[in-house]
């Protein structure tokens, strides 16, 4: 004769054992949403840090690769070299113009032979930081040098400034050609700049060359 036994009773989970749980439930994840947004928050500020690495790397090889096709014209009245010292809210800011080889130039255009590349200092409409630009315009207008289309380069510059010389010994703040009446033998360029916008550390990269001035 087979006997029943009785079941045996199960005992849940108490409210406290709950909350317990609940509690460490909620502390491992806001522990490990923090370290999530630590790795998120660096892996953004390396990428910030490459990306104006990067775009300062840009900007020398662009200047160098100007300088190096500087060409003047002869009887061209239009062309100027020149670097003017500005000054943007207490920073150095130079503002660079010369003409270059025209290899964007319109082909139909056949008298164009160069055009006039800028490279100057705005500031940002959203913020207290600065940008350097580069411009290009195959003709050129006295009373606005600095024209063309613009190019932001590096943002959050804090000073740009152009040296030139004959020697490369004794550079010379700002330089004239017209004044002068003949080109900087040497040129030499410094830029300084913050890596991203929570960073106080500036950084500094110095472009040197000594162009061909090739005359036409």
């Not at 502390?27 to 928050?41: E, G, N």
Request: net charge neutral; with cysteine.
């Amino acid at each position: 004769m087979k006997v029943s036994r009785p079941l045996a009773r199960t005992r849940g989970f108490t409210l406290i054992e709950l909350l317990i749980v609940i509690g460490l439930s909620g502390f491992i994840f806001m522990t490990l949403m923090t370290v999530y947004m630590q790795i998120k928050k660096l892996s953004y500020d390396q990428t910030r840090v490459s990306s104006q690495s990067a775009a300062v790397i840009e900007f020398g090889t662009a200047l160098s690769y100007d300088l190096e096709n500087l060409i003047f014209e002869k009887f061209n009245v239009r062309q100027v070299f020149l670097v003017k010292k500005e000054e943007h809210g207490g920073k150095r800011f130079d503002a660079f113009v010369f003409p270059s080889a025209s290899l964007n130039a319109n082909p139909s255009v056949l008298q164009a032979r160069s055009f006039m590349v800028s490279y100057f200092i705005e500031p940002d409409k959203n913020s207290s930081t600065f940008t350097l630009y580069r411009a290009e315009d195959m003709y050129l207008d006295p009373k606005h040098l600095f024209q063309g289309v613009a190019v932001p380069l590096v943002r959050m510059v804090e000073e740009f400034r152009v040296d030139c010389s004959n020697n490369g010994v004794d550079f010379e703040e700002e330089w004239d050609y017209k004044s002068r009446r003949q080109m900087p033998r040497y040129i030499k360029a410094t830029i300084r700049y913050r890596q991203s916008e929570n960073s106080n550390e500036t950084m500094e990269y110095v472009v040197e060359t000594r162009p061909p001035i090739l005359w036409n």
